[in-house]
């Protein structure tokens, strides 16, 4: 239900061969979503695994659970509502689901032998479901061939005994309806645990490895980074899979029109998805990264490394996070930290000596790199503050 087909093409990703992202600009998107309290507090996975369990069919199930069935039927449906309105609001849903998916009562209406309907054996024969037939079971739908039957609203056990089992109709039924509950279930659980690794392991491993050293790591950083993130007590990438339902290549047309032979993958969940694309992103500098002046994650587009987003600010609409961030740290650290309020200052009266023409432009350019030099070793406390702050001032 859940499945999309990838198709990747240099820096560039198109999903349904449609809808065209970087290469961790989806990731992007569910790092930035806060939602994740709300799931963790609502217990969705814990209880979508009890809601299988107390639906799957048996005749020795629990007499409390074949009494509620279709209370935890409505229970589970309206849990999933929730659920849908996150995933409809995330890509690449958002734009691949169109806000339709098979509903549990979908699935339930396929095996209705196995729930009470209220007609009688010749109610069919004589007519009497049709457009307008309604009960408090359900109303009158017409199929594919033009015949009416009951759409079930209501869904309440009809007693199922072990003899019935011997019937191989009935009995692969049960199985049929049963795995289908189970793969119903498991999407979403799926999907909920690839959102849960993102802010559980991606999200650590960006914040506190990936850009540490605020630069582009290399190939061997990334992986003495990924070598270490797994020996961590936290959760890390080791117990995740990547599930390809296909892999091929196939030709198609970009967004100028152009013929391009991308990777094609079929993938069966959003975590097999994510995990594919951002170790393949991170080998080509496609990071995410956390904006030091707003919090958000951007992505860095393989180019030049920032520290700061591109987002409007709240205050200053006209500008962005990159426009003011390096300014702003820089008089914070000036404001707070001894070591760069002495390099403040000291830059501040080299700078108006070469204004009036009491330094040359080598002169000063010379200060610079010998200020900037003693500054670093101040900061990783190799010269005492006292030495520094005499140097620097001549």
């Known amino acids: 239900m859940f499945n999309f087909k990838a198709y990747f093409w240099g820096n560039d990703i198109y999903i349904n061969e ?19 309290k709300y799931i963790l507090k609502s217990d969705f996975v814990g209880n979508l695994k009890q809601f299988k369990h107390c639906l799957t069919i048996s005749p020795y199930m629990d007499h409390y659970d074949f009494s509620r ?15 849908n309105r996150i995933i409809f609001s995330l890509p690449p849903f958002d734009k691949t689901l169109g806000y339709s998916v098979i509903k549990l009562d979908d699935i339930l209406n396929g095996y209705d032998r196995f729930f009470e309907d209220g007609l009688g054996s010749m109610d069919y024969a004589l007519g009497y479901v049709n457009e307008d037939f309604v009960s408090e079971y359900g109303y009158g739908e017409k199929d594919d061939i033009g015949n009416y039957f009951l759409r079930l ?17 009935i009995a692969d039924d049960l199985r049929e309806l049963n795995s289908s509950i189970d793969s119903f279930f498991d999407i979403y659980i799926d999907f909920l645990n690839a959102y849960l690794q993102v802010h559980q392991t991606y999200k650590p ?75 393949r992103g991170i080998a080509q500098n496609y990071l995410p990264n956390r904006c030091k002046n707003c919090g958000k994650y951007f992505l860095i587009r393989g180019s030049w490394y920032y520290t700061y987003c591109d987002n409007p600010l709240a205050d200053e609409p006209d500008k962005t996070c990159r426009d003011v961030g390096s300014k702003r740290s820089y008089e914070k650290k000036c404001k707070n930290d001894p070591i760069w309020q002495t390099y403040n200052r000291a830059y501040k009266a080299h700078y108006a000596r070469y204004m009036k023409k009491k330094m040359t432009v080598a002169e000063f350019e010379e200060w610079s790199r010998f200020a900037s030099e003693i500054r670093d070793k101040a900061l990783a406390e190799k010269i005492p503050f006292e030495q520094y702050y005499a140097d620097i001032r001549k």
């Open 205 to 279: 491993f960006i914040r506190d490895w990936l850009n540490r050293s605020e630069a582009f790591p290399t190939s061997d950083d990334i992986a003495h980074y990924f070598t270490e993130f797994n020996r961590s007590k936290g959760l890390n990438f080791e117990r995740m899979k990547c599930r390809m339902q296909s892999f091929g290549y196939k030709s198609i047309l970009n967004e100028s029109g152009n013929s391009i032979l991308c990777e094609a993958i079929k993938f069966t969940d959003l975590g097999s998805f994510l995990y594919y694309d951002f170790f």
């Open 153 to 169: 609203n209501r869904f309440d056990l009809r007693p199922l005994k072990k003899d019935d089992l011997a019937d191989e109709d």
């Open 69 to 83: 069935y279709n209370d935890n039927v409505y229970a589970a449906m309206s849990m999933l509502e929730d659920i």
């Open 18 to 36: 449609k809808f065209r992202y970087s290469s961790n600009e989806i990731l992007i998107a569910y790092l930035n979503d806060s939602r994740v």
